[in-house]
């Protein structure tokens, strides 16, 4: 059984910087940060494999790092935006790195999540 835990949402001012840290417990080979603003659908965010490959979506490319050590899950949020402003989730799938990679914008693949932390973006 994987239990994961979010911390280290909160309100920035645009431009700012947030860490997020999931702590996670049991097999999570494949993890994943996602986030749903309201009244959007839920989007992948950043996944990392069990190999240590990773992937970004382009809106946070360059801004955002994805990072992972033994039992937590990180995401460093630098120079964040408005659109940034999101329930932020993380997310972990018994998947290879192939499989991982192939199903990261699929959320419904991923079989555990944390409750979620709040990221609020101000101007």
């Known amino acids: 059984q994987v239990q994961l835990q979010e911390s280290g949402g909160g309100s920035v001012q645009s431009g700012g910087s947030l860490k997020l840290s999931c702590a996670a417990s049991g097999d999570t080979r494949c993890m994943a940060w996602f986030r749903q603003a309201p009244g959007e659908e839920r989007e992948v965010v950043a996944d990392?494999?069990?190999?240590?490959s990773s992937t970004y979506t382009d809106s946070v490319k360059g801004r955002f790092t994805i990072s992972r050590g033994p039992g937590i899950l990180y995401l460093q949020m630098n120079s964040l935006k408005l659109e940034d402003t999101a329930m932020y989730s993380c997310a972990a799938v018994l998947a290879g790195s192939s499989w991982c990679a192939s199903i990261r914008s699929r959320p419904y693949e991923f079989n555990y999540w944390g409750q979620g932390t709040q990221v609020t973006v101000s101007s």
């Open positions: 990392m494999r069990m190999d240590g």
